[in-house]
């Protein structure tokens, strides 16, 4: 996949310190390229870990990777005038990744995240070191990384590589301007200079679970705004389908007390308030309490995402909470651990590719129930202007089928996967870049069988005029038709229009779009 383009700046700085960076800070620093600041507490702390691994480099007892080799490698004691050559055959050599970039914010998030455990003083590197990587994100300096190379155990070794690579000026990057140039060319240009590794600045530079953590991060802000669109859709899926609202009251609610579900229950009350479709089919006569359960268990699988991801939030501020790296400087000694491993971050990954895959499932069935005259309740087959001659939105279903098919794939847990390595001595990985690899995709995914119900629900909502859907659904209505997503009428290119509707979804506008009139959604 290409770069992405550089967005827009922020003026707001994200201090790094000892301390753990907010969900909002990662979102600033990879999306939004907000300046970063190591604190002078952040600063004091990587001196003093630094002295303490000075001294042990001195001491004539092997230290692991201070004087040691690394991996399988280990028992083997590197001399003092090899040890630079150490860390930078270290990094060259883990710098192996292969395939497609991956996208900037990845790897801004990335960077950020190795910045901020070097923050925390318990790595080992100099302060120069930690600061040319925060230069280097100011500037807008990108090292390419790519899909394939981390397996999630001794964390994302190859992606941190490739930018422990461009400190050192070797290998490629993106300028501010996401022009490709070789690493040293970049950073002279910006007016700065590579370092020079010490001992176990190599290591500390790459032994992290921070490409799988900023990833999880971006992901998790992204799915909070999908399952409000997902809200969204759902009730003017039930409105265009003559559904009943009754389902959704608190009372019922309650019997079952997730507050996920309840959470959405309500946004699906307020979104279907003041409906005058709901309100024609509201009568005593009214013997619609059995919707099929794409609409009236929309609620419990919203639900029950929403408390899954919440779940997952859980993990990624612990995370984010963690000084990840092996070894680790405590007190003036270094010690061994596995912290770096990647499994709890992996789960939840997992978990939330699921989530994805579900939530779009019930979404592609609303859908469905639109385009079939015998489930539609009086519209006509698949929305089409003149059935037979046009075909109306049925290839949209096609291709929002096409993509859950895809997203179950993608929900194939890859924690559950092992393939050993280094001779045997990481004999249990993660694969959690892996996993938040394809979360990325399974997010892109929901977002666009999201676009497609909404499309198809407001198209429907059109044809039921003269009756009126509710101000909030309607306003959803209007801003389709101002961005170029048209109502009924004979086909036309739809991808098009389909095109529009992702974005009005990933940008969020569908959800403000309703937030307008209701107020701001659970």
Not at 69 to 88: C, N, Y
Not at 127 to 144: F, H, K, N
């Amino acid at each position: 996949m290409d770069a992405d383009p550089r967005p827009s700046g922020t003026d707001r700085p994200v201090e790094v310190g000892p301390g753990p960076l907010s969900p909002s800070d990662v979102l600033a620093v990879a999306r939004h390229d907000a300046r970063v600041v190591l604190t002078e507490e952040a600063l004091a702390g990587i001196d003093r870990a630094r002295t303490a691994v000075e001294e042990l480099a001195a001491s004539e007892v092997p230290v692991y990777g201070v004087s040691t080799g690394f991996g399988a490698l280990a028992t083997r004691h590197i001399p003092t005038e090899k040890r630079a050559q150490l860390q930078r055959s270290l990094v060259r050599s883990h710098a192996a990744g292969s395939g497609p970039e991956v996208e900037r914010e990845v790897v801004r998030a990335l960077v950020l995240l190795r910045l901020a455990t070097l923050a925390t003083g318990r790595t080992g590197v100099r302060r120069e070191t930690a600061q040319l990587m925060a230069a280097m994100l100011d500037a807008g300096i990108t090292p390419v990384v790519h899909e394939f190379g981390s397996l999630g155990c001794s964390g994302d070794l190859a992606p941190l590589s490739h930018c422990a690579l461009a400190l050192i000026g070797e290998g490629e990057v993106r300028d501010a301007e996401g022009v490709l140039r070789p690493a040293a060319e970049a950073l002279a240009a910006a007016g700065l200079a590579p370092v020079e590794l010490a001992a176990k600045e190599g290591l500390a530079l790459i032994n992290g679970t921070d490409g799988m953590l900023g990833m999880l991060v971006m992901a998790l802000a992204d799915l909070e705004v999908l399952l409000r669109t997902a809200d969204v859709a759902a009730a003017m899926s039930v409105e265009g389908q003559l559904g009943t609202d009754r389902v959704f009251a608190a009372e019922l609610q309650a019997l079952r007390p997730h507050p996920g579900q309840a959470a959405s229950a309500a946004n699906l009350r307020a979104l279907l308030a003041d409906s005058g479709v709901v309100a024609s089919h509201r009568g005593p006569d009214c013997t619609r309490v059995q919707d099929a359960y794409s609409l009236r268990c929309s609620p419990q699988v919203h639900g029950a995402a929403r408390d899954t991801l919440a779940h997952c939030a859980v993990v990624a501020g612990r995370e984010l909470a963690s000084a990840v790296d092996n070894p680790v400087v405590v007190g003036d000694r270094v010690e061994s651990n596995g912290n770096f491993h990647g499994a709890p971050v992996a789960y939840v990954l997992d978990f939330a590719a699921i989530v994805a895959a579900d939530v779009a499932s019930i979404s592609e069935r609303r859908t469905d129930r639109f385009l079939d005259r015998a489930r539609n309740h009086g519209l006509p087959p698949f929305l089409a202007d003149d059935p037979g001659v046009d075909s109306g939105l049925m290839i949209a279903q096609y291709t929002q089928a096409g993509i859950v098919s895809e997203m179950k794939r993608l929900a194939n847990p890859a924690s559950v996967d092992s393939i050993p390595s280094s001779a045997m001595q990481e004999d249990h990985v993660s694969m959690g870049w892996a996993a938040a690899r394809k979360l990325r995709r399974a997010v892109d995914g929901l977002t666009r069988v999201l676009a497609v119900e909404v499309m198809a629900a407001a198209r429907a909502l059109d044809l039921r005029r003269p009756l009126a859907p509710s101000p909030a659904t309607g306003a959803v209505v209007d801003l389709l038709r101002a961005h170029g997503v048209h109502g009924p009428g004979p086909d036309r290119h739809l991808a098009p229009e389909i095109e529009a509707c992702v974005d009005l979804v990933r940008s969020g506008a569908v959800v403000a779009a309703a937030s307008a009139v209701i107020g701001e959604m659970q």
